[in-house]
């Protein structure tokens, strides 16, 4: 089997609408070859062990499970990560969330800034690995998921993230933070989404949240306030029908210059306050 042979094979059993990048991905990642050299050598013969690996790969991405989680690893940013079922597989529209954090701290010369369920470190990495002055805190309540963040900044030689246990703000000792940012649970704990796609395989304590999803939010957000120097500012990644539950709890709570962010396919994805003194 060539790899050309080997894509249609994996196209035809996968299918749906993903199975040609879904079959280039795993040809990838078996052969370690990029994307562009498959398509110049679509004539070369994968060896035995290849095409046995094949197999049983198309089978688990027939059975739903992520790409991400089959190959261990997702780009993010100009990072790759690793990644396993013990936490979120970064998504795509989460780099609006690093995009705008830059923004907000292009004019510092040096900021502190807190990640909270920080994951695989994705959004705390791509901010330190833009702005090597600056210093960044990132936690997450699993252990296992603080272990994978920590592998992620060695595997990525980042040195100026410090990253531990915490329940969002139980262990953060410091304060005078120039910008908060988090993509926490938010999604409602009945929600249908959770039994389809990618999904069905991601924790759910890193999905969920209670009081229609926003639990978690109203903490971060009560509790960043005295964390914030003056003029700081909290960012907070959530569901496109969550904008005008966090206007108001950012308001409840005293901050100012409140804003909604959209993403490319234009939903509401981001929400932003500032605190003043």
Known sequence: MNINEAIEYSIKSIGGSEANIDSQYLLSFILQKKFTWLKTWPETILSQQQETLLFELVKRRKQGEPIAFITGERDFWTLTLETNPSTLIPRPETELLVEKALEFLKDLPKAKILDLGTGTGAIALAIASERKNDKLYATDYVEDVVDLAKRNAIKNKISNVEIF?????????????????????????????????????????????????????????????????????????????????????????????IKVIKDLAGLDRISTGVFLH
Request: glycine residues 8%.
């Open 165 to 257: 246990q915490s329940d969002w703000f139980s262990k953060i000792k410091e304060t005078e933070f120039d910008l908060i940012v988090s993509n926490p649970p938010y999604v409602e704990e009945n929600d249908p989404h959770l039994n389809q796609g990618d999904l069905r395989f991601e924790p759910k304590s890193a999905l969920t949240a209670g009081d229609n999803g926003l639990a978690d939010i109203k903490i971060i957000i009560e509790e960043s306030r005295p964390r914030l120097v003056n003029g700081g500012n909290v960012m907070i990644e959530h569901g496109y029908y969550q904008a005008n539950e966090l206007r108001e709890i950012f308001r409840s709570f005293g901050y100012q210059k």
